[in-house]
Nanobody, 121 residues
Framework: QVQLVESGGGLVQPGESLRLSCAAS????????MGWYRQSPGKQRELVAT???????NYADSVKGRFIISRDNAKNTTYLQMNSLKPEDTAVYYC???????????????WGQGTQVTVST
């Protein structure tokens, strides 16, 4: 079993910044992908950003140039630095990992509990 603990959400004004963190623990041999998704009321969950084990990153067009995803493999932690926040960034942000429990084992997926980000005046 893998646990994901998220932190860093909150209420900010437009143009401000926030940094989300997600620490994974449990039965992990290696984490292949770490990422963030978000969901607003009435909308489907959408990809925000991912970072693979080789530090290859992928971003949604709506956050390119404003958000930066990174990971610390020693800590099994991923970070999402969110700059120039807009009201449309308001959502619950979910951490997501793809990991392997044992060498050459099949991939598994886990989700965090979500952290609220609200951008408003």
């Amino acid at each position: 079993q893998v646990q994901l603990v998220e932190s860093g959400g909150g209420l900010v004004q437009p143009g401000e910044s926030l940094r989300l963190s997600c620490a994974a623990s449990g039965s992990i041999f290696v984490i292949a992908v770490m990422g963030w998704y978000r969901q607003s009321p009435g909308k489907q969950r959408e990809l925000v950003a991912t970072v693979a084990s080789g530090d290859t990153t992928n971003y949604a067009d709506s956050v390119k140039g404003r958000f930066i995803i990174s990971r610390d493999n020693a800590k099994n932690t991923t970070y999402l630095q969110m700059n120039s926040l807009k009201p449309e960034d308001t959502a619950v942000y979910y951490c997501y990992v793809v990991y392997v429990k044992v060498l050459a084992g099949p991939p598994s997926r886990a989700w965090g509990q979500g952290t609220q980000v609200t951008v408003s005046t």
